[in-house]
């Protein structure tokens, strides 16, 4: 499947090749992580004004888990409580953090009308799969067993994520079915990771090693997984789940140049043949992590817009 860019991407792509930024798997995770954080200054939009925004710390065994909590100037409530969005960072389980999602998150608040909460899960190679996971699911529990304090309805409760946070919610979503957490009300899967046998076309087609290339993903998952057996983990890859029946309704969004659309577009299709409800985007034109770079790039927008009307008619 040939991918041809926009001519945004196509000049943000040349862009970062001109800035001779070294590629993450040439430098330590440390400086990854900062490389990665820097970026978002010349690509993030101007973020909507919120009502407020606040820390948030999630007790877990190991030590409370930072999150932030985004409310809106005008969240759809009922009976004095918001719908919310649970939504975990991408990076490759590696890099990205509270700040790298920001005004994501302030976006996706503003347009959805609903709370987000963002959550701060450990981070690999300090912390190896099943960490983030098990992070992930721990917060998603405790906010909906703390839903009222929060100002948030239990029961219109979402989860979402990009890349690494999209294949997270994914997992979410199955052990909440499964009965290891609370009711979840959607999924938003925005170019998901979700399976890490990583053979699927689109893994070795020149035209989708981008900014997210197929050696970064190796160093992604050579960080975050402790061998060759996680890789059938379905907590690593959802797409080795045995069912995916009874899961909640969920956004898929994928993106033409990117190594993960394959397997993003398979999973898509999968859910709807186990009878999930499925809104399905596809961004022809468009690169792994273009979500995030909405000042550069106006699909982006359009995409932020797009889930928050899912959002809203979700609940």
């Not at 061998?227 to 059938?232: N, P, Y």
């Not at 379905?234 to 045995?242: E, G, K, Y």
């Not at 999968?270 to 273009?290: D, I």
């Not at 928050?308 to 979700?314: F, M, N, S």
Request: aromatic share 8%; hydrophobic share 40%.
């Amino acid at each position: 499947m040939p991918a041809v860019l926009d001519p945004d991407a196509a000049a943000v792509f040349k862009a970062f090749q001109e800035a001779g930024r070294p590629p993450y798997e040439t430098v330590r995770h440390e400086e990854a992580r900062r490389l990665y954080l820097a970026g978002r200054i010349v690509s993030n939009p101007e973020p909507p004004e919120l009502a407020s925004t606040e820390p948030l710390a999630i007790p877990a065994p190991h030590g409370p888990i930072p999150a932030r909590i985004y409310t809106p100037k005008n969240p759809r409530r009922t009976d004095g409580l918001a719908p919310a969005l649970v939504f975990f960072h991408g990076g490759g389980w590696v890099i990205g953090d509270l700040e790298s999602h920001d005004v994501v998150c302030r976006k996706l608040a503003d347009e959805g009308r609903l709370i987000v909460i963002s959550v701060d899960y450990r981070l690999a190679p300090e912390h190896k799969f099943p960490a983030a996971v098990d992070d992930s699911i721990a917060a998603t529990q405790w906010i909906a067993d703390n839903a009222g304090q929060l100002g948030i309805d239990a029961a219109r409760l979402t989860v979402g994520g990009d890349s690494a946070g999209g294949n997270l919610a994914a997992v979410v979503a199955i052990s909440a079915r499964d009965g290891n957490g609370p009711a979840i009300a959607g999924q938003v899967l925005i170019y998901p990771a979700t399976d890490f046998t990583m053979t699927h076309p689109s893994h070795s087609e020149p035209e989708t090693s981008l900014l997210l290339t197929h050696s970064v993903i190796r160093w992604f998952r050579d960080h975050y997984l402790n061998g060759a057996a996680d890789v059938h983990d379905w907590r690593a890859s959802p797409a080795r789940a045995t069912t995916l029946v009874g899961l909640p309704p969920a956004y898929v969004l994928t993106a033409g140049a990117d190594p993960l659309r394959d397997e993003g577009d398979e999973y898509a299709a999968r859910l709807k043949e186990a009878g999930v409800a499925v809104t399905y985007r596809h961004f022809p034109g468009q690169f792994h992590g273009f979500f995030t770079m909405g000042k550069l790039l106006q699909q982006a927008n359009v995409a932020a817009s797009e889930i928050g009307a899912w959002l809203r008619a979700q609940n």
